[in-house]
């Protein structure tokens, strides 16, 4: 397994109740299905920073790895062409490190919701999870975000991804950085055996440019 480093995303796909309505949700009029439903950010090679309820906190990758494989995740890491600088990694961890206590907002959920309900009765949908209206009320509680939005505020805090992804779900930044405006500056640094399946296939991950040799 390749080691991660500070920066890299952890995108996974639960079998859950939950994991299954977000993968649902968050599925595009015009997608495939949906490959990430939860999203969390590297702070070191050993630790990760997620939002779980009931608060975002540190979590180890070894522990990670092994509830992943008991409970039958697909997981996939997602790193940086061009890597992060020191200052850009500094960054990055005071932003990771700040949200650690902030509170889960579940009312971030069903906001997604009502978004995932409008793309889908587009008359002429886009490639993605595109409305973001709803969500855009998450503004309102600072302190509350979700798994997404923890994440990528640190890749926002260095200009790494536009802003608009602090609303996004994680498929929203999955697609956004292996196949959408960021594809090329992002590639898959590992995965699981199954991650890929069924959306894409290994020539498709080749076409797209994201499947490089770390």
């Not at 070894?62 to 494989?69: F, K, L, V, Y």
């Not at 609303?167 to 500056?185: L, V």
């Not at 991650?195 to 080749?206: H, I, N, Q, S, V």
Request: glycine residues 8%.
């Amino acid at each position: 397994m390749t080691t991660p480093t500070c920066g890299d995303d952890l995108f996974t796909r639960s079998v859950s109740k939950l994991g299954r309505m977000i993968a649902w949700a968050t599925r595009g009029k015009s997608e495939g299905p949906t490959l990430a439903t939860h999203q969390g950010k590297f702070f070191d090679c050993d630790r990760l920073v997620e939002a779980h309820w009931p608060r975002v906190k540190y979590t180890a990758w070894s522990q990670r790895n092994i509830e992943m494989t008991i409970d039958g995740a697909e997981w996939c890491i997602v790193s940086p062409c061009r890597p992060f600088d020191l200052t850009e990694r500094e960054k990055i961890q005071d932003t990771l490190a700040e949200s650690v206590g902030w509170r889960y907002s579940c009312l971030e959920l069903p906001l997604q919701l009502l978004d995932g309900m409008i793309a889908k009765r587009r008359k002429q949908p886009r490639r993605g999870y595109d409305v973001i209206l709803f969500r855009r009320l998450g503004r309102l509680w600072k302190t509350g975000v979700i798994c997404s939005k923890t994440a990528n505020r640190a890749d926002i805090a260095i200009g790494r991804v536009p802003k608009w992804l602090e609303y996004g779900a994680p498929d929203d930044t999955w697609d956004f950085k292996i196949s959408g405006a960021g594809a090329g500056q992002w590639y898959i640094k590992d995965h699981s055996p199954g991650w890929l399946l069924p959306r894409f296939d290994g020539a498709t991950m080749l076409r797209y440019g994201a499947m490089r040799t770390a």
